[in-house]
């Protein structure tokens, strides 16, 4: 590969995309933004701009850009789930290495075929799980790694979705039904976390995998009795219920902006009742017993892993507050944390006279944690396309197959009743 910057095009110009770009601005070096496909106009013409991208550079969609001869190095492709592998084939076809979002397929059919095919066209292919790169979870491995706490025994870890988390993202919005989003909650939702368990585990692989789940809260039996169909419209309930959305976005209109807003995203300064409008006929603005959801707002995972090693993971959806929490027991002692809280405490058994355990607090900045991720990923991306050294959190595709199939695998026992299925790889 040439020196100079790594030549990027913008497959896909929404949210994330958008975050992963942000890299170029601050890194002119080492990445530039050269050009963009995305279907929406007035998205590829503003990403046109900020990144000063000539219009033959400019393309519709994924497609119109593979079959354009090849002018860049990669592609960063931020499309939404069910498309990830439609787009990415015909770009690997063209000689483009990826950056793809999570999840990078929605079934294992089309897992199996995008990993196949980044092997046939020796191509890059990295994945977005942009916490393996948040400071909390390297030094997780980075313990782990070190010996300190022996043979690991079990991980398990909680993602606690908040109430205005679960309504905005999930049950009434963009990933809020599996037939038209193609993702089910644990894929659009804790892919994450099942992927951080296996990467954790990397000297073992899951072997067997079961799980529960179902909607319990969500459900049109639970809308209080003379309940409306949208909140601002019809709703006795709109200034009490907890998910009014009068009181989840207008009463905190920056409250999940990109999502509920994104209807009004061409307007420079949206009023108050640009908002009121919206949510009267948005999605974001239903009852939420009564909207076109299908997903689990709870479910958990047990996985056996072949050196007999447990792990599981719990998604609680509706929850007060939302955070991560993770522990990890081995023979030596043990690592508990809290992601939001960016806190780890180490605890190495220790039987002398007077103790049980020794204690080490461990605070992750904000800074590392976060947003951190997001951009630490697309370094280690850059390093990855120019044959450089990558980071002990590298999610390239081979690496990232595993947990794509144990969340598949994991959703199909829960319609199963909750029976063990065998992870075969
Ligand atoms: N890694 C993470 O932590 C994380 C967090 C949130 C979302 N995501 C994932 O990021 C992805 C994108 O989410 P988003 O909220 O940014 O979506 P978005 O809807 O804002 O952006 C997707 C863009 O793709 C464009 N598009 C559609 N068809 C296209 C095509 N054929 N070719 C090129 N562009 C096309 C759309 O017009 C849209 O602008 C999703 O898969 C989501 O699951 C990942």
């Not at 033959?56 to 079959?67: G, K, T, V, Y």
């Not at 039904?177 to 585990?201: E, F, G, V, Y």
């Not at 958990?300 to 929850?319: C, P, Q, R, W, Y």
């Not at 944690?369 to 980071?391: I, M, P, Q, R, W």
Request: proline share 4%; net charge negative; with cysteine.
């Amino acid at each position: 590969m040439e020196s100079g910057p790594l030549r990027v095009i913008i497959v896909g110009g929404g949210h994330r995309s958008l975050t992963y770009a942000e890299y170029a601005q601050l890194n002119k070096d080492r990445m530039q933004i050269v050009g963009v496909a995305e279907p929406d106009e007035s998205r590829r013409n503003m990403i046109a701009k900020r990144f000063s991208i000539p219009p033959e550079h400019c393309f519709r969609d994924a497609l119109a850009l593979s079959e354009a001869p090849k002018f860049a190095d990669a592609v960063i492709n931020g499309t939404m789930d069910h498309i990830h592998v439609e787009t990415t084939l015909p770009l690997l076809e063209a000689g483009y290495d990826v950056l793809l979002e999570k999840p990078f397929a929605v079934n294992e059919r089309e897992a199996r075929l995008l990993a196949d095919t980044a092997v046939r066209t020796g191509r890059k292919v990295m994945v977005c799980f942009v916490l393996r790169y948040a400071g909390f979870y390297r030094k997780i491995k980075e313990i782990m790694l070190s010996g300190a706490i022996g043979s690991v025994i079990d991980i398990h870890s909680a993602e606690y979705v908040s109430y205005h988390h679960m309504s905005t993202s999930y049950v009434r919005g963009k990933w809020n039904n599996s037939d038209r989003c193609h993702s089910t909650m644990l894929l659009a939702k804790c892919c994450h976390d099942i992927d951080i368990i296996t990467w954790l585990m990397s000297e073992t692989k899951p072997k067997f995998i079961s799980s529960f789940g179902s909607c319990i809260q969500y459900r049109p039996e639970n809308a209080p009795e003379g309940s409306g169909t949208y909140c601002l419209v019809d709703c006795p309930y709109v200034d009490t219920c907890v998910y009014s959305a009068k009181r989840l976005y207008l009463d905190h209109p920056d409250r999940w902006v990109v999502y509920v807003w994104d209807k009004l995203e061409n307007i420079e300064n949206p009023t108050d009742e640009d908002r009121r409008e919206l949510l009267r006929t948005s999605p974001y603005g239903r009852c939420i017993y009564k909207s076109d959801n299908n997903i689990v707002d709870h479910q958990s995972v047990n996985i056996l892993f072949e050196n007999g090693a447990t792990g599981s993971h719990s998604m609680i959806g509706g929850a007060a507050t939302g955070t991560r929490k993770i522990s990890v027991t081995g023979t030596k002692g043990m690592i508990y944390g809290d992601f939001e809280e960016g806190r780890l405490t180490v605890s190495i058994i220790n039987p002398d006279p007077g103790c049980e355990k020794d204690d080490t607090e461990i605070t992750v900045s904000e800074h590392e944690n976060h947003g951190g991720g997001d951009l630490k990923l697309v370094e280690d991306f850059v390093a990855y396309c120019k044959g450089e050294k990558t980071s002990v959190s590298c999610t390239s595709i081979d690496g990232s197959l595993l947990s794509h199939l144990a969340v598949f695998l994991a959703d199909e026992s829960m319609e199963k009743g909750g029976i063990p299925l065998e992870i075969i790889t």
